[in-house]
């Protein structure tokens, strides 16, 4: 029944132009965004549905037909006849969007073997390339990534932020899976040892930061992300789920990484991970930063939104990074909690909850809800396995 729910919103926001966010025509949901589509994506892809994998087809088209001149991957694009306006990101751009979108266009082709269409965009996912190598700025294999530069555009991380760096990772080695690039292979080493230099406990490699890396304490999950001011040490769900997907650090690491995330999801009444942990409230230091970042209305009240409220969609992630690590039975649990949030209100799929009282926030039907459990129901079946 949940699968089938979730199938069925996945095909009401399937446009011919692609993936819509929300079934709902709420605000801005009711576009193609990039890093939604794509997440809708691999999911249909695991389902194997084809009106669905065709809409995923169409979503990267959309998005490769209105990259900038300089190769920035739009944020989300207008899919009515009135509205076919195109948004690279409103306060700032939206770093993942390139990401998300080199890592659509190598999925799609390796899962369907349709080489051609990934032949038509490689040079658009050259330029986005040398467009993330140029963002790096002091071409040290980081990029930079400006306040509200990612999905949690209202949240506190800036600068070196995690997440982006090893989505960056994922895309360069999904491309080069299929394109063999050596100058890409020695690009994923540098990033690599970047990421463990400056993000893992017991570094004794040259850092960017090396006061600020000293004054903090990594134990059992990585630093969300640093600049030139210190680190942001909260923990991201997100960023640590693509850690665990991506296999990074060695296995003692990885084991505490899980025992604390499994822990903290059990300790919520929703039994799911909040997506950033521990929740700031207004006496924090970094409350005026927060309570700032928003374009329209506040949305990060303490243990909703990216202020500790849960996500289907990030818990979907954590679930695949349990499975890579042969987690299979606690990936079994979590997918249940997902889809127990999913059916609120007769399967409204709402966008996040509140970890503390359960109540549910954001926008209803949101397609990257349902992608989550399609994602790990199918992962969990059929042991799919991405590049």
């Not at 009106?51 to 739009?74: M, R, S, W, Y």
């Not at 990612?150 to 990772?169: F, H, K, M, P």
């Not at 134990?219 to 296999?247: E, H, M, Q, R, V």
Request: net charge positive.
């Amino acid at each position: 029944m949940h699968y089938e729910k979730s199938i069925e919103l996945l095909l009401k926001c399937s446009t011919e132009k692609g993936f819509v966010a929300s079934a709902q025509d709420i605000s801005n949901y009711k576009r193609v965004w990039a890093r939604d589509g794509v997440i809708c994506g691999l999911s249909a892809l695991a389902s194997g549905h084809r009106e669905l994998i065709k809409t995923f087809k169409n979503t990267l088209l959309t998005l490769a037909k209105h990259q900038h001149e300089v190769g920035t991957i739009p944020s989300n694009v207008g899919v009515s006849e009135k509205d076919e306006s195109v948004s690279y990101g409103g306060l700032a751009g939206r770093v993942d969007a390139a990401t998300w979108f080199v890592i659509g266009v190598c999925q799609y082709a390796n899962y369907t073997n349709d080489f051609a269409f990934f032949n038509d965009l490689k040079s658009k996912i050259y330029k986005v390339l040398q467009l993330l190598n140029a963002w790096e700025f002091n071409n040290k294999h980081l990029m930079y990534i400006p306040l509200s530069g990612n999905w949690a555009d209202e949240y506190i991380t800036d600068g070196y932020v995690l997440y982006d760096q090893l989505l960056r990772y994922w895309a360069i080695q999904s491309f080069n899976y299929l394109e063999n690039d050596q100058s890409l292979s020695n690009k994923l080493i540098q990033i690599k040892n970047q990421i463990k230099a400056n993000f893992f406990p017991n570094s004794n490699k040259e850092k960017f930061h090396d006061r600020a890396y000293n004054a903090i304490k990594i134990d059992s999950f990585l630093p969300c992300s640093f600049s030139p001011s210190g680190y942001k040490t909260n923990y991201d769900a997100f960023a640590n789920a693509l850690l665990l997907i991506l296999d990074f650090g060695d296995k003692k690491f990885k084991n505490k990484l899980i025992d604390y995330s499994l822990e903290l999801a059990e300790s919520t009444k929703l039994g799911l991970l909040p997506a950033f942990w521990p929740i700031i409230k207004p006496n924090d230091q970094h409350w005026d930063l927060l309570k700032d970042n928003c374009k329209y209305e506040f949305r990060n009240y303490p243990y909703e939104f990216h202020n500790g409220g849960s996500w289907a969609m990030v818990n979907g992630f954590f679930g695949l990074g349990l499975l890579k690590q042969g987690k299979t039975e606690q990936a079994k649990k979590i997918l249940k909690n997902i889809d127990k949030v999913n059916q609120v209100e007769d399967y409204k799929f709402y966008e996040n909850f509140n970890t503390k009282t359960t109540e549910p926030n954001g926008v209803p039907y949101c397609a990257w809800s349902a992608a989550a459990s399609v994602l790990l129901t199918q992962s969990i079946k059929q042991q799919i396995k991405f590049i």
